[in-house]
């Protein structure tokens, strides 16, 4: 250590001031601290670990130049990765707001008159020369008829719907009709579904052929009739009366 210590002072003494030398120390230093960037440009400076064994070198090097702060150029973008597994279905959104109310479609057509329908015929014929008909068709209308009757000769019905009078208080749910005629004076009774009878009477106007009068005024029958109707009659408690026995008569009377 002291033999060299002398000999550093020695060049110290003997040349450190000589310009050869300085511009050796000038090129070694700047031979450290200056080197070409792999891009073309910038300033890199080698930074050498203390403990680093040049055995391994090349094989510790970092993924971007082995440890040398200035990185080299990028490389080729690699291949796309397989496809990852798919994820859990979202949450459902909110509904949407209602739409607006379509058109309404055409009206369908009529059906066929169920075989449940009231329908009902009756006729009266008191003379010799014409003939009187109430009917009940399936659209729920009663009808009083007349024709004439001669001989052979028979003439056309002719029909009064006894429905039109907006007054006159036309039964609803009629099932039933029937007919009567007395002094030129016609009844036309109805029974409804709910068990009520309706009348309304026709005057027949005598002619060639005969005409009939209605005014089409239904009034209910009263009262209607009841379960049980009449009311029975109070039994006796008396002893029924015995025929006599013709052998107990007296002697006069035998």
Known sequence: MKG?????????????????????QGVQAAATVRSASPTGG?????????NHDPRVAGTQAGPRGGGDECEGQRGPTGPTGPRGPQGEPGE????????ATGATGATGATGA???????????VRDNNDREFKAALTP?????????EIQNTTVGPWIWYDLTTNEEGDYPAGACGVSIGHQANRLVIEVITTGGEIWETFCDVNLGTPDTLTCNGVWNDAVPQPNPGDPPAPLRTHEQPIRPTDPNHLPKALK
Request: proline share 2%; glycine share 18%; charged share 15%.
């Open 139 to 147: 659209d729920g209308i009663t009808y009083a008829g007349v024709r």
């Open 92 to 99: 459902d959104g909110a509904d949407g707001a209602t739409g």
């Open 113 to 123: 008159t169920g075989a449940g329908a009231c329908v009902d015929v009756d006729a």
């Open 42 to 50: 910038g300033d890199c400076t080698t930074k050498k670990s203390s």
């Open 4 to 24: 060299g210590t002398l000999a550093s002072l020695a060049l110290v003494v003997a040349g450190i001031a000589s310009p050869a030398f300085a511009t050796a």
